[in-house]
Structures are given as structure tokens and as C-alpha cells.
């Protein structure tokens, strides 16, 4: 990954590929105005005071996400220096908002692929600043190359990629941070293993699912558990018999990829709260018998980017060593048509003993999800959450950018909203109406798999409940918008894999070992 760096060197003395500063939009009287923000002061002296007129003759407004780049003067030592715009500027005595902070940095990240290295000199007042810039960096830099890599050997040797793509930018070097400050070193050591961790999810979400399965994607969770002192515990198909995880069983008998069930434990030896997670792994969903239609197959290995993200979310606990114990359960399965599937009527057996029919072998993800909410409310932690690329309503009633958050708690769900924003992660809560669980009663089973089509992700999250402990808190985040990104890249977010609500569980799991779980 990109390296990161707390630089005590100047922006006129920094030698690098590019030096990337702050320009905003002018509020009130100035609006319309280019605003240089705190950090460019020597580049814009370098400029003999006329960056900002320079940066507005190229067209630059200071909106979100714009990049403007231009050659530098001679008072630097850098080549090229990089205008990425915050937005409006802030009111006065006010901060730059982290968010726009984070995403500048993606933009100007983004930009600067193939570079070896950048220096930051982006507006910072606290430590906080800094680990926002060091995230947007590190996020906004990121590359999927694994398959890339391959050679023509009747072509010329290229000097990027295998396919001629750009590597991403080497390292990011934070400039008016302090480096020897304990706060400033431990926002950069937090950024680094949050970002590395949101990343290795990222990989998995686009990975092929001709590599990643169930049985390839316990692996990989087997071995970071032995690396960062995590008790990882496999349920093979065997096991998952043995136990009577129908759902889990159920979902995954059509693929010659058989399910998993992975429990990753982190515990510390001060923890006084344990928190459980427990993510969708659909490693691809190819909808079963009731078969997606054309055109809605080819995105669909990112129907694990749930279990990617709880996976994530605990590794990135065990590094930060955070005063909680924290069980992630992934719940695996690859959702295929043949002559072994589960059909349209037939009735599943679940972990909990309540049966369920199934109405439409689509709608899968909720069958994993139940069997691995019963298996972790056993353990009886203080709270649970489950991340899901659940529903295609949600997606259109929330877009492509925001999760949907729904809980049996009220407050529960205003802490998880609230610590969602705060990480720069956009959330909305929803609902859970009692009258929509009637539209799942059936005439065979104790609950069917579908109910009422409108409302869908509100009816997925009631079926979901019905798995719960009643004593447990526990909150439902629907993923299905901002885990997957088909169109251009933007601020830090690439095309592909996002790693969406990472960032939230692993905010979630600090506060909770602060005492502050709500």
C-alpha cells in the first residue's frame, strides 16, 4: 500500500513529484472568490502572490473534487503542484469539515497515480485533521492490479503495469503535521491500519469468484487471524450439518463451492463490552432458481461485501488494540442454480429451529444472515450488528451513496447514524413497521422469505429480527447502494470494491470499548 509519511519539511524545501495544497470556494462577499487555504502560504509565494489568480485563469472554482495541476516556480522543489478544491470555505474561526478534507486528498491521491511521492500540505489545525488527509490519501490511492499483472511478450516492456495502468502514488508525505506529538503519531498509525484493512476488503470485494469462494475466503480470514492474534474457528459444510445451519446450508447447496461459517474472535484482557458483527458473504449470487435477470449478473461477486467489511472492521480492532472484545461471523455461500438447489416452496430448517419458506431463492442473503445472528446472539454480546448487501430497495430509496440503518433499538440506531457521519460515511435510518411482518406469514412455515414488494429492505430487516435475542441490541446496515461503485472514481472512492462501512464499525468498536456505546 501507499506509504505514509509525518514530513517536518516545508512546502518550498520538499523535494517530490507534486505538492498538493488547499483552494475553496469564497463565501459571502467573496463569493465566486479563490480562496488558498492554510498550508499554501510558501507555494503561493513562490507564485509571487498570484496563485489564486494564476489557479482561477485555469478555470479553478475550488468545487469538491476538482484537481487543477500546474507547473511549479522556481522557488520549489517540486516539478508540479496540485490545487484540489474543499468546497466553500469555511465561516470564520471555523475548520475545514474533515470530510472535505478527506476527500481533497483522495482527489489529489487519485490524481497523482504513477508519482513516487507527494507532499501534503493541505489545511491541518489537529490531529484529526491529519488522519482525515491521511485517509483520503491512502483511500483515494488505491488500485486493484492483482490481475493486471501479466506480460506481452511481443510488445514492448512497459515501465507500469502489465496493462499499461499506473501504479498508484507511493507515498504521501503529511506536511504541517508534528511529527514527535503523540497524538499526531497515533492518528497516522490509526489511518494506516484502518485504511490497509479497508483496502485487503476492497481486494476481496473484486476479486473473481472463480478465486474467491467460501472455502478460499475462510482461508484468507484463517490466515490474517494467526498474523494479528485473532482465534478464527472454520464451520464446513460437515459442521454446518451437524449443527443445523439450514439457512447457510440451504443457500449454498446448489454451487460445488460448499458454505462456510467463520468466527473470528478478538478479545482483550480489560475489555468490559463485547460487540458481535456479522457480515452477508454471498461470494457470488447468481440470484439461484429464480435466476437475475440479464444485466444484473455481472457485479454480483461484490454480494460479500458485508462479511469483506466485518472482516475488516475486526482485524483493524486486534491492530489498534482497542480495550473490547469484538466476534465478527462471516456467513459464506455461493448462491447457484442446478439440480441440487434449493426451489421456490421448498422449506429451510434453521439454526434457531423456526422453519422458513422460501419464495424466492434471490432473496438469500437473509438465510445466511438469520443462521449467523441466532449463532452469535448465543454468546450473548452487549451488542450486535450485521452489514449486508441486502436489497435493491434500499438502493432505491436511499441511492447508490448512502446505507440504510435499522435497529430494535431507537437510540442504538442514533448512535450508528451519528458515528457514521462523524467517519464521513452518508446513512440514513429507517424504519422497521410492525404492519409490513404480516406480509411474511405462510400457510407452511413459520415465516416465508418474501413479503410485501414495496418496503422490501424494511421487510428484510423485520425478518432478520425475528433472529435476534430480545435483549440484545442490534442494528442492520443495508450496503447494497454504497458497496459497490460502477462509475468513475470520485474524492477517495475507486471504481469497484468500496469497503463501505468499515470505517463506522471500527468507530463503533472504539466507542464501545470508551464505555460509550449508546
Not at 512546502?11 to 472568490?33: C, F, I, M, P, Q
Not at 498570484?50 to 507547473?71: D, F, H, I
Not at 469483506?308 to 469484538?326: D, W
Amino acid at each position: 500500500m501507499t506509504a505514509l509519511t509525518l514530513s517536518t519539511a516545508g512546502a518550498a524545501t520538499l523535494r517530490a513529484d507534486a505538492l498538493v495544497v488547499g483552494v475553496a470556494k469564497g463565501a459571502g462577499s467573496k463569493s465566486g472568490d479563490l480562496v488558498l487555504a492554510p498550508g499554501a502560504e510558501a507555494v503561493d509565494k513562490a507564485f509571487d502572490g498570484k496563485l489564486a489568480s494564476v489557479l482561477k485563469a485555469l478555470g479553478a472554482a475550488g468545487a469538491e473534487g476538482e484537481v487543477t495541476k500546474l507547473p511549479a516556480p522556481a522557488g520549489l522543489k517540486v516539478p508540479v503542484v496540485i490545487a484540489a478544491g474543499l468546497g466553500s470555505v469555511p465561516e470564520k474561526d471555523a475548520a475545514y469539515d474533515t470530510e472535505a478534507l478527506r476527500r481533497a486528498a483522495g482527489s489529489a491521491a487519485r490524481a497523482l497515480s504513477g508519482s513516487k511521492k507527494a507532499g501534503f500540505a493541505l489545511p491541518i489545525e489537529s490531529a484529526e485533521d491529519a488522519e482525515a488527509i491521511a485517509e483520503g490519501a491512502l483511500l483515494g490511492a488505491y488500485a486493484f492490479t492483482a490481475y493486471q499483472g501479466g506480460e506481452n511478450k511481443l510488445a514492448p516492456k512497459n515501465k507500469k503495469n502489465g496493462n499499461g495502468a499506473k501504479l498508484p502514488l507511493g507515498e504521501v508525505a503529511l506536511l504541517g503535521t508534528k511529527p514527535r506529538d503523540k497524538a499526531f503519531k497515533a492518528a497516522a498509525e490509526r489511518a494506516v491500519a484502518v485504511v490497509e484493512e479497508i483496502n485487503r476488503a476492497r481486494d476481496l470485494i473484486n476479486t473473481p469468484p472463480n478465486d474467491l469462494y467460501p472455502e478460499s475466503f475462510a482461508a484468507v480470514a484463517t490466515a490474517a487471524g494467526k498474523e494479528h492474534g485473532i482465534k478464527v474457528q472454520v464451520l464446513d459444510e460437515k459442521a454446518l450439518v451437524k449443527g443445523g445451519f439450514g439457512g447457510l446450508l440451504g443457500v449454498g447447496q446448489g454451487s460445488a463451492h460448499g458454505p462456510r461459517l467463520v468466527k473470528l474472535a478478538y478479545t482483550h484482557p480489560k475489555a468490559e463490552k463485547t460487540l458481535a458483527l456479522v457480515g452477508k458473504g454471498i461470494t457470488y449470487d447468481s440470484g439461484g432458481i429464480s435466476l437475475k435477470p440479464a444485466g444484473h449478473n455481472e457485479t454480483m461477486k461484490c454480494d460479500m461485501s458485508g462479511a469483506a467489511a466485518v472482516f475488516a472492521a475486526v482485524v483493524a480492532v486486534a491492530r489498534l488494540g482497542l480495550q473490547v472484545n469484538v466476534t465478527g461471523w462471516l456467513a459464506l455461500a455461493e448462491n447457484m442454480p442446478s439440480g441440487n438447489a434449493t426451489r421456490p416452496g421448498d422449506v429451510l430448517h434453521m439454526y434457531s429451529g423456526k422453519t422458513v419458506e422460501v419464495l424466492n431463492t434471490d432473496a438469500e442473503g437473509r438465510l445466511v444472515l438469520a443462521d449467523a445472528l441466532t449463532r452469535a446472539c448465543e454468546e450473548n454480546p452487549d451488542a450486535i450488528v450485521d452489514v449486508a448487501t441486502l436489497t435493491g430497495a434500499m438502493v432505491l430509496a436511499l441511492g447508490n451513496r448512502t446505507f440504510g440503518i435499522m435497529a430494535n433499538d431507537d437510540a442504538f440506531r442514533t448512535s450508528i447514524h451519528e458515528i457514521a457521519e462523524e467517519v464521513g460515511e452518508a446513512s440514513w435510518p429507517m424504519p422497521l413497521p410492525a404492519d409490513l411482518r404480516k406480509g411474511m406469514d405462510s400457510p407452511t412455515a413459520d415465516i416465508a422469505n418474501m413479503g410485501e414488494r414495496m418496503g422490501g429492505g424494511l421487510v428484510a430487516g423485520l425478518f432478520l429480527q425475528e433472529f435476534v435475542g430480545e435483549d440484545i441490541a442490534w442494528a442492520h446496515l443495508d450496503i447494497a447502494g454504497p458497496a459497490f461503485h460502477e462509475g468513475a472514481p470520485y474524492g477517495y472512492t475507486p471504481k469497484g470494491g468500496t469497503g463501505s462501512a468499515i470505517r463506522t464499525l471500527v468507530k463503533l468498536a472504539e466507542r464501545t470499548a470508551a464505555g460509550d456505546l449508546g
